[in-house]
């Protein structure tokens, strides 16, 4: 059974910074594109960054300059660094992956709330 369980989320004022991560877990053979991606309540779940297995990165043109994302294979552990945090990036955070463990598959963590106050 794969696991991802996501940390670091919490209450912010406008202009700081959080560090989130997403530890994977099971039997896992190989893990390719990690990603995060939050969803605001009333809207779709949106991609906030994606890190290829070595180290391509895409963000979303509203985080760029602020938030990096960053993993560690030997830990595979995915880490998404947000600075000058905004109000309107109030949302859950929610870290995926692809794995192989018994066939090639996306998982999901649980989800972990941010909250920027202005």
């Known amino acids: 059974q794969v696991q991802l369980v996501e940390s670091g989320g919490g209450l912010v004022q406008a202009g700081g910074s959080l560090r989130l991560s997403c530890v994977v877990s099971?039997?896992?053979?190989?893990?390719?594109?990690m990603a995060w991606y939050r969803q605001a309540p009333g809207k779709q779940r949106e991609l906030v960054a994606s890190?290829?297995?070595?180290?391509?990165?895409n963000y979303a043109d509203s985080v760029k300059d602020r938030f990096t994302i960053s993993r560690d294979n030997a830990k595979k552990t995915v880490y998404l660094q947000m600075n000058n945090l905004k109000p309107e990036d109030t949302a859950a955070y929610y870290c995926?992956?692809?794995?192989?463990?018994?066939?090639?598959?996306?998982?999901w963590g649980q989800g972990t709330q941010v909250t920027v106050s202005s």
């Open positions: 995926n992956a692809d794995v192989m463990s018994k066939t090639w598959t996306i998982y």
């Open positions: 890190i290829a297995r070595f180290g391509h990165t």
């Open positions: 099971g039997i896992i053979y190989s893990i390719n594109d």
